[in-house]
């Protein structure tokens, strides 16, 4: 069974048919790139796979879990399904060690020595454990966005969804970003990313999906797609984005 | 036509005014206790998914809003009673005082929650925690945060209001004025006593409040 | 005794609201004078003036209107004017709504962005010119609904005329329940007319807010 999978998943904004019948199968261990031009439904697309957006026909299955519009089992859910935000979406009135620790503590019920021994080992898998007691309005864009995937890890997730997460960052640092994903990559993580970063796509990611007009248009290996590009919309995308 | 102000004469009845002083203290502190914890719930309440709790919500708030406090005050102290709820007027007093700032704190918060940006509501919601702990945890503290300078200022309007509730006859600062000018027919000194101790504490609570702000908000601001 | 009924209570209540809705008027329109005449001098800018307008707007948002009621009440006849309470109420309304209406149309102003200025300044704008054709009209359009909103203060702070002694909504009350003794009713009643006249306004006041946010 594989760890995430979408079966003709439709998904209507109004009269806005956004999302019409993906099918997508993502294996644990896997990363994977969706692509795709604003407005081809790949965030919401990702936004389906932990219920932040309900959908209106089909299923989505994520670690045996059906994703149905129910709090409770959202909940459950979220326990195997992290997400990274663009936005970072940082608690401004926790410290960076507090907003790692939240979830462990009010969700997990773990301790609070154990939650803080957590949140001190994440903190330095993402580099930033000398900021432990600052104040995310204090920290540079990257680094929040850092603080927000320690976050996210401390519930020691299945997946990672990750939403543009470098979209909103000064040019020079998006690397530090992009170095923590490899880094989980490395360490067999799964991790779907909605991203702008070919580059990213391409040299670290297993497989790539293009969305266009609400389905996968394309998909297959990351040098294959990039390499070799068969719809004529995927070429022109590529094209555009070079 | 020409006349003294004499003040001197005023000194006997010290303990007077600080008697009332001391109830107006009271009365604010409490009421500005309940009040914002009652706030706190009609805003929870304002939000919720209940569609009969927001309505409650809502009539509360605006009948408060678009009455004036006296009334209400004489509603609680005169009007309860008729039904069978007897209240001394101190407990009626405070009651209407905490009704009275629930209603504008209310409306104060939940201004503040709505500014929340919709992520926050979403990262606690990927975080696994219920509705219940995101509002407690997430959104609640930066939006006390982005509307404390109008709390504040609420109040300081609820402690100057509360020299109304004199007209129940509490004793606080207001009443010692009355009392103390029925005695010694020196109205005008009597209140422009009362009047300067208010406007003291005013000015206190604004500095007390923003004390409890550099103390409380670490964080650099929102 | 008199039998009250119920139409007799209201019908009376109604006769004391017009003179609620009339002190409102008075002092909403002689408030909104003078907060104007002190948003003006304030805009010119003396070191002296803003101290003394700072000062008048922090005393009358620091001491309850009621006590303005009786210190304007006994203080004019301290200096040998007898007023009656409908004056006092008039007066002290007055100067208590100037005191909000200037510190909101000068928040207005201050609200504008300092870009506005910059590009005034950029232009060859004199400060008079700046005032008159960009920060003014821009801040006016701001302001209404806060001074819609404000209205509802006033109106709701008549009320405390009835303390020294002006018969209108809420000392009629009082006078009618002294002879019905049907507390509940008749403060029900009170607080129903009230909010039949407030309401409204903030409903005005909202729906000017939203529009406004819209706008811009």
Not at chain 1, 61 to 69: A, G
Request: proline share 3%; net charge positive; with cysteine.
């Amino acid at each position: 069974m594989s760890l995430v999978s979408l079966d003709k998943v439709h998904k209507y904004y109004g009269d806005n048919h956004v999302l019409k019948g993906v099918d997508l199968k993502i294996e644990a261990g896997e990363v994977v790139s969706i692509i795709g031009r604003s407005g081809s439904g790949k965030s919401t697309l990702l936004r389906c796979m932990n219920g932040l957006e309900q959908y209106q026909k089909g299923g989505v299955i994520v670690d045996n879990q059906s994703v149905e519009d129910d709090e409770y089992k959202l909940r459950l859910l979220s326990r195997s399904v992290g997400m990274v935000f663009q936005s970072f979406n940082l608690f401004p009135h926790m410290t960076v060690g507090q907003n790692v620790m939240l979830a462990t503590k009010l969700v997990l019920k773990k301790s609070p020595s154990e939650s803080k021994k957590l949140a001190e080992e994440l903190l330095e898998k993402v580099g930033l454990s000398d900021k432990f007691s600052a104040y995310p309005g204090n920290l540079s864009g990257g680094q929040q966005q850092r603080v927000a995937i320690a976050r996210s890890l401390a519930m020691s997730p299945k997946v990672l969804l990750c939403d543009e997460i470098t979209s909103a960052l000064d040019p020079e640092l998006v690397g530090e970003v992009l170095k923590v994903l490899e880094q989980l990559k490395a360490e067999g993580m799964t991790l779907i990313l909605v991203t702008h970063e070919m580059n990213f796509a391409r040299d670290v990611g297993d497989r790539v999906v293009f969305m266009n007009q609400g389905k996968v248009w394309e998909t297959g290996a990351s040098d294959e797609i990039f390499a070799n590009p068969q719809t004529e919309e995927l070429k022109s995308f590529l094209a555009a984005v070079r | 036509m020409s006349y003294q102000l004499d003040f001197p004469s005023l000194v006997p009845f010290l303990p007077q005014f600080a008697a009332g002083l001391w109830t107006t203290i009271e009365l604010t502190v409490i009421s500005t206790l309940g009040g914002l914890l009652l706030g706190t719930v009609c805003a929870q309440g304002r939000i919720s998914k209940d569609t009969w709790l927001r309505t409650i919500c809502s009539c509360y708030v605006e009948v408060i809003r678009n009455t004036p406090f006296i009334v209400q005050l004489f509603f609680i102290f005169f009007g309860l009673p008729a039904l069978g709820f007897k209240l001394s007027a101190w407990e009626a007093g405070v009651i209407a005082m905490v009704i009275n700032l629930g209603a504008y704190s209310t409306e104060i918060i939940r201004a503040g929650i709505d500014a929340a940006p919709k992520g926050q509501w979403e990262a606690g919601q990927t975080l696994g925690l219920t509705r219940r702990q995101v509002f407690w945890h997430i959104i609640l503290p930066p939006a006390y945060q982005r509307v404390y300078p109008a709390i504040a200022s609420q109040c300081i309007i609820v402690m100057l209001g509360s020299s109304v509730v004199s007209q129940i006859s509490v004793e606080e600062l207001t009443f010692s004025a009355n009392f103390i000018q029925s005695r010694t027919f020196l109205s005008f000194e009597s209140y422009i006593v009362a009047a300067l101790v208010y406007l003291l504490l005013a000015i206190l609570m604004r500095q007390a409040f923003a004390l409890v702000k550099r103390c409380t908000f670490k964080n650099p601001s929102l | 005794m008199m039998q009250f009924t119920d139409w007799d209570i209201l019908r009376n209540l109604l006769l004391a609201a017009r003179w609620t809705i009339l002190l409102s008027l008075l002092a909403f329109i002689g408030g909104g004078l003078f907060g104007l005449l002190l948003t003006i001098l304030r805009s010119m800018r003396n070191t002296l003036i803003t101290r003394l307008i700072q000062g008048y707007v922090e005393v009358f948002q620091g001491i309850p209107l009621l006590m303005q009621l009786f210190l304007t009440f006994f203080g004019f006849s301290l200096i040998g004017f007898e007023v009656d309470a409908w004056t006092a109420a008039v007066i002290s309304l007055t100067l208590f709504s100037s005191a909000f209406f200037h510190d909101i149309w000068r928040g207005c102003i201050e609200a504008l962005p300092k870009g506005q200025w910059e590009a005034c300044r950029t232009l060859g704008l004199s400060y008079l010119q700046t005032m008159r054709y960009v920060i003014v009209p821009q801040a006016m359009r701001m302001s209404i609904a806060p001074t819609v909103g404000f209205s509802v203060q006033i109106v709701k702070g008549t009320a405390l005329a009835s303390v020294i002694g002006f018969v209108e909504l809420t000392k009629a009350g009082t006078m009618i329940n002294n002879a019905v003794f049907q507390p509940f009713k008749v403060f029900a009643f009170v607080a129903l007319l009230y909010f039949l006249i407030c309401f409204p306004l903030s409903l005005l006041a909202r729906y000017l807010e939203k529009k406004n946010h819209v706008a811009r």
